[in-house]
């Protein structure tokens, strides 16, 4: 129920839905009234379509990674969080605008920082269908000339925590020994570290795909930008989905 309701009510997270809530208000309404909506309406564009705000908070918000080791420290695997595929035309498959996190995950194996890889991800979309994420990427690791025995595959998961619990199963039974190194995007990262850590797991994180550059700050960024309200969009979603997890057993 839990899981239904969190993809149905995901529409109330969308700034554009507030903004245009006022707008249609505003029409139905008379002089004065009908002005102050339409002007609360045009702030919320404004406020949450403003590169400027929204790099500030991405600065709050998004977790660093520690600095890589130089030494010859090695992690027994490397976790990557799934939701950077979905259905598509290759071998029913397709990478999105987070396969940073994949490329991240297989340079971490390929240089030798992680002995494993595991990738987690079944189907998250309300009507799933047939397509799971972690055995599609699988084969795409093989087609790079990883080997088999170097893959874990957890395919059934539907969101994070079901992602923590499902792979430290399987962590568990391969015998592999904390700390892992978790990838996901930077604005994934805060919540998902909570929540492996909830379920017991020693993870380092290792944050890939920012959204924004939030080190940099200039005049353009008091002008506002489409993008950058539909990326708010995720980030709502972030700080609510860690509220909740962190509330919950």
């Not at 059934?156 to 079901?162: A, F, I, V």
Request: proline share 4%; hydrophobic share 45%.
């Amino acid at each position: 129920m839990y899981f239904i309701l969190s993809k149905v009510l995901l529409f109330l997270l969308v700034p554009f839905y507030w903004a245009l809530a006022l707008l249609i208000i505003a029409v139905f309404k008379r002089n004065q009234v009908r002005r102050r909506y339409l002007i609360a309406g045009l702030i919320v564009l404004y406020i949450f379509s403003t590169p400027l705000l929204f790099k500030g908070f991405t600065l709050i918000w998004d977790v660093k990674s520690p600095p890589e080791k130089t030494d010859s420290v090695k992690y027994s695997c490397v976790i990557v969080l799934g939701g950077f595929a979905g259905v598509g035309t290759v071998d029913g498959g397709q990478f999105n605008r987070a396969s940073d996190r994949f490329i991240t995950g297989t340079r971490i194996l390929t240089t030798g920082k992680a002995s494993r890889i595991l990738i987690t991800g079944g189907n998250g979309n309300l009507v799933p269908g047939t397509f799971r994420e972690g055995p599609w990427v699988k084969e795409q690791l093989e087609k790079l000339g990883i080997a088999d025995s170097l893959i874990l595959v957890e395919g059934n998961s539907r969101n994070t925590l079901e992602n923590a619990r499902f792979s430290k199963k399987i962590l568990l039974a391969n015998n592999l020994k904390p700390p892992y190194l978790l990838v996901t995007s930077a604005f994934h990262m805060r919540r998902s570290v909570m929540i492996f850590k909830k379920q017991g797991m020693d993870v380092i994180p290792q944050s890939c795909n920012y959204l924004t550059d939030n080190r940099r700050f200039g005049l353009i960024d008091v002008v506002p930008q489409a993008d950058v309200l539909s990326s708010w969009e995720i980030y709502l979603k972030e700080v609510v989905g860690y509220v909740v997890n962190y509330f919950s057993k």
